[in-house]
């Protein structure tokens, strides 16, 4: 989908969403934001669609041009927000699980 499909004011299609999700997960796993990101989705609950829904409205122009209304788009719908926490939990869990292998002493052999 070209930018000149889609308009602000309509919801992104299903793949898109499912990557940009995965897109934000990548790089928060990445940068260590994890639990920074679970943390400000939790808190946000619902008010996180509603400013989503605002700044769209206020600040749409500027979003485009700093190509950053896909993701306002995105956070817009609660369902998507919920999927974020969830992949985000998920990234969490298997980052802990691999730090955990890697601080395990190798076993010795005699």
Same mark, same amino acid.
Do not use: C, H
């Given at each position: %989908?070209? &930018?000149?499909?889609?308009?602000?004011?309509?919801?992104?299609?299903?793949?898109?969403?499912?990557? $940009? +999700?995965?897109? #934000?997960? &990548?790089?928060?796993?990445?940068?260590?934001?994890?639990?920074?990101? =679970? %943390? #400000? $989705?939790?808190?946000? /609950?619902?008010?996180?669609?509603?400013?989503?829904? =605002?700044? %769209?409205? =206020?600040? /749409?122009?500027?979003?485009?041009?700093?190509? +950053?209304?896909?993701?306002?788009?995105?956070?817009? *719908?609660?369902?998507?927000?919920?999927?974020? #926490?969830?992949?985000?939990? !998920?990234?969490?869990?298997?980052? *802990? !699980?691999?730090?955990?292998?890697?601080? &395990?002493? =190798?076993?010795?052999?005699?």
């Amino acid at each position: %989908m070209t &930018q000149s499909e889609w308009r602000q004011w309509e919801d992104l299609p299903p793949e898109e969403e499912e990557r $940009l +999700i995965n897109e #934000i997960v &990548q790089r928060l796993v990445k940068r260590k934001l994890d639990t920074l990101g =679970l %943390m #400000i $989705l939790e808190s946000g /609950g619902s008010l996180t669609n509603l400013f989503a829904e =605002l700044w %769209m409205g =206020l600040y /749409g122009p500027y979003f485009d041009f700093l190509s +950053i209304d896909r993701y306002v788009a995105l956070l817009r *719908k609660r369902s998507n927000v919920e999927k974020l #926490i969830s992949k985000l939990e !998920e990234a969490e869990k298997k980052e *802990k !699980e691999v730090s955990k292998q890697k601080a &395990q002493p =190798l076993p010795q052999t005699p």
